[in-house]
């Protein structure tokens, strides 16, 4: 499965930016989607991510801040980031699971390219 990310850029504190994540390949389902970001000199660490019936956790300097969605039609998923931070500046990778559509099924758990993100004070 492929996933294509984009939306990143250049934001002043207190912005917002919308990331876009879609999802190409052969897929009997795609279970979960999900944000990861990677500041320089840190883990990557789970932003958010939601299931195909819309259930969605956040990692908790995120909540109240960012709202992940999910269009399952287009398999794609969505980040909008409001109230943005410095801190939230880091590389964000979009992740999906779910079963392949191609036999032998498979259980696959990929990663798109990641999208900066940078927040300036």
Avoid: H
């Avoid at 294509?4 to 190409?24: F, T």
């Avoid at 956790?57 to 998923?77: E, L, M, P």
């Amino acid at each position: 499965v492929q996933l294509q990310a984009s939306g990143g850029g250049l934001v002043e504190a207190g912005g917002s930016l919308r990331l876009s994540c879609a999802a190409s390949g052969s897929m009997l389902s795609l279970n979960e989607m999900g944000w990861y970001r990677q500041a320089p000199g840190k883990q990557r660490e789970v932003v958010a991510r939601i299931t195909t019936g819309g259930s969605t956790n956040y990692a908790d300097s995120v909540k109240g801040r960012f709202t992940i969605s999910r269009d399952n039609a287009k398999n794609t998923a969505y980040l909008l980031m409001n109230s943005l931070k410095p801190e939230d500046t880091a590389v964000y990778y979009c992740n999906a699971a779910g079963y392949s559509g191609s036999y032998p099924r498979r259980w696959f758990n990929d990663w798109g390219q990641g999208t900066l993100v940078t927040v300036s004070s």
